[in-house]
């Protein structure tokens, strides 16, 4: 899929956070589990299993045509269980265009809809980075040209923009 997963420490807003993409798992209760493009977990009971997360703070998923439904619907309804999840963001691999759904109560989202030009805030975590940046070289290698075969390809190159972003 995207690759290893990634272990880098990170400062967000204070807390001892951990990106991770690619081969760690989230799961609830036993009730699913899925493999998110990449997620940030802040809670220390995420580090004691190196395969399996429970607590993340922040899910990212690359958004293609063939995708779209299940990641705006039942995969959304199955995060939403997830207590410490804030953020879950939707990154499109055809346009320059990020969707930020955040906690804002029990059961209440919030859905902001970035764009070329804009800047994406992820207040959950402490960062805020161009949309420029983020898609940064993508766009003129054709990754985000709506093909879904290169869906992958994307989401490998989505999570090194994101891990340079962290740095």
């Known amino acids: 899929m995207v690759g290893r997963a990634c272990f880098r420490s990170a400062r967000f807003g ?3 956070c ?4 690619g081969n760690a798992k989230v799961n609830y209760r036993d009730e699913f589990y899925d493999y998110p493009d990449a997620f940030v977990s802040c809670d220390a009971r995420d580090r004691t299993d190196r395969l399996s997360k429970r607590y993340p703070k922040l899910i990212a998923e690359v958004r293609s045509p063939s995708t779209q439904a299940f990641e705006t619907g039942e995969q959304f309804e199955d995060y939403r269980k997830l207590e410490p999840l804030e953020e879950y963001v939707l990154i499109s691999q055809e346009e320059r265009r990020v ?7 029990v059961g209440t989202w919030e859905s902001v809809v970035y764009g070329a030009g804009d800047r994406l805030v992820l ?3 402490g ?3 161009a949309i420029a940046r983020l898609y940064r070289g993508l766009l003129a290698k054709g990754f985000c040209v709506g093909s879904p075969q290169r869906v992958f390809r994307f989401a490998a190159c989505y999570t090194q923009s994101f891990q340079s972003c962290l740095r």
Do not use: K, W
């Open 123 to 125: 207040n959950r975590i």
């Open 14 to 16: 204070g807390a001892d």
């Open 99 to 105: 969707e930020c759904r955040c906690r804002v109560g």
């Open 127 to 129: 960062l805020e980075l």
């Open 18 to 21: 951990r990106f991770y993409s």
